[in-house]
């Protein structure tokens, strides 16, 4: 997949995979560690940056998030989502620049209309001083010739939530209290300047240690690899890794929809509106932005991830349960306080693939089916698929489906519109599904291909799979026996 940021996906893999090696032989000490560094950056000439101690800097700390640690010592944050202060040094720092446009007119209407007195008149055009700015865009509103740009940087661009700023340097700064984890800003950034912290350490030394680790994978996976790579390949793989099995986690959206199917048709007799819960990041959003909603209006049944973790950890008391998805979000949901018996890591497919080329495999078509999920489960990884799966439960119990109205948020703008009209009760439809990336999981920031590669290899794979209904599909699981509710209760 190409993308923006290729370079960067590459070198921050590599990475990963340098400390996936070290870890496997249990030695990720300073010295080693350091060794790693200089590999990666022999010098004497730079590659990327200004200079070769910059470069080496960030790899350090790009180590230290692999590790699961925040990018420096000094530094104490639970946020899965940092930012390398180095690389982001690189980045302009002024939001309003002129350009070739201006005609140095006798108005000077920039000039005027300032009011910080951050402009002066120069011998080819206007300037403006980034450090008496106040970003405030009256110059550009002014300016008869459309000469002043707004240079809104991307990260903050991504954001949907407002939750990046800058310091007094021009330095990213990320508002915990707001940030919903949603990882847009991660690949949005040109220069690397932000990333997330890894499990993968811990993942290796559950597996070394002799313990029963369970992955599980997004629906999202299918697709991800090629339309030859389906869940029973990526299965071959993670136990080639050591992993004792692999469990898709379609069977969760299963499972996730037959709950939600009973609130949503309580609430329909009730009047009351629902949102979904299987996305972390909008849950994130009503939970930071609309805190009554999360109180109201938010369904109380655990996302597939933790569904199918649960019921796991039933079935294999003791057992680590690994998810695998393209998600950044889920690393914060496994770490949420409030969801009880919780997932024990997350793993992104850029994770997964360092680990399987740290031991020197590679997935591969495999010759065994494998299916634990209804199709309607599989379908949870795009947009439409959760309430979809939710409507289908309903139907399968009898219920009259055919007045509710359904509306479908994708991406952090649609998600916002939806939950600010439900606030003011001017939302027209009985529920919201709500997915932070656009298209849903199959578009989400750690996706392995674009999501045009994916959807059509998606739609081979899923055509291969069988037509079992979901409760039909349930009807061999213990479902009374494990919480499906965020608190834990049965």
Not at 109 to 136: L, M, Q, V, W
Not at 466 to 472: A, K, N, P, T
Request: with cysteine; charged share 25%.
């Amino acid at each position: 997949m190409v993308t923006n940021d290729q370079g960067i996906i590459q070198f921050n893999h590599r990475v990963l995979q340098e400390v996936a090696m070290a870890a496997w032989k249990g030695d990720l000490t300073e010295e080693i560690r350091e060794d790693i560094v200089m590999r990666m950056v022999p010098g004497p000439q730079a590659q990327y940056r200004c200079c070769i101690y910059k470069e080496r800097e960030l790899v350090r700390q790009r180590i230290r998030l692999a590790m699961g640690m925040c990018p420096t010592p000094d530094m104490e944050s639970d946020n899965i989502v940092q930012v390398l202060k180095p690389a982001c040094e690189e980045c302009p720092i002024s939001a309003y620049t002129v350009t070739d446009n201006c005609r140095l007119c006798m108005g000077r209407a920039c000039y005027n209309s300032c009011k910080f007195g951050a402009i002066t008149i120069g011998h080819d055009r206007s300037y403006i001083d980034p450090s008496k700015c106040k970003e405030c865009g009256m110059c550009a509103k002014a300016c008869p010739y459309e000469a002043i740009a707004h240079l809104q940087r991307p990260c903050k661009k991504v954001c949907p939530v407002g939750a990046i700023t800058y310091d007094e340097y021009g330095i990213c700064a990320i508002d915990e209290k707001k940030c919903i984890q949603c990882g847009h800003c991660i690949h949005s950034c040109p220069f690397g300047a932000i990333s997330s912290k890894s499990f993968i350490t811990g993942i290796i030394r559950a597996i070394q240690s002799g313990e029963k680790v369970i992955a599980m994978c997004a629906p999202a996976t299918e697709g991800q690899f090629g339309d030859n790579i389906g869940m029973a390949s990526v299965r071959q793989g993670l136990m080639e890794l050591g992993f004792a099995d692999m469990v898709e986690v379609g069977l969760g959206g299963d499972m996730t929809a037959a709950y939600e199917a009973e609130e949503w048709a309580e609430a329909l007799e009730k009047g009351i509106k629902m949102t979904t819960s299987c996305c972390p990041a909008f849950i994130n959003m009503i939970k930071k932005e609309y805190p009554d909603l999360y109180k109201t209006n938010k369904s109380n049944t655990v996302s597939p991830m933790v569904a199918v973790s649960r019921y796991l950890k039933h079935v294999y008391p003791g057992c680590i349960t690994v998810f695998v998805g393209p998600c950044i979000a889920k690393k914060a949901e496994s770490r949420d306080k409030e969801i009880a018996d919780n997932v024990d890591y997350v793993m992104t497919y850029g994770e997964f693939r360092a680990l399987l080329r740290s031991r020197s495999l590679e997935l591969r078509p495999a010759e065994e089916k494998y299916q634990k999920a209804s199709l309607f489960g599989k379908k949870f990884a795009a947009s439409g698929g959760v309430a979809g799966a939710v409507i289908e439960v309903m139907k399968e119990r009898g219920i009259d489906t055919s007045g509710i109205k359904l509306r479908q948020a994708t991406g952090g703008q649609d998600c916002s519109v939806a939950l600010q009209l439900l606030k003011l009760g001017r939302l027209n439809e009985d529920f919201v599904e709500g997915m932070m990336c656009p298209g849903g999981c199959v578009g989400g920031p750690s996706k392995h291909k674009t999501e045009a590669e994916i959807t059509s290899a998606r739609r081979k794979l899923l055509e291969e799979a069988d037509s079992r209904g979901i409760l039909e599909n349930l009807a061999g699981y213990p479902m009374g026996e494990f919480s499906m509710f965020r608190d834990g209760h049965l």
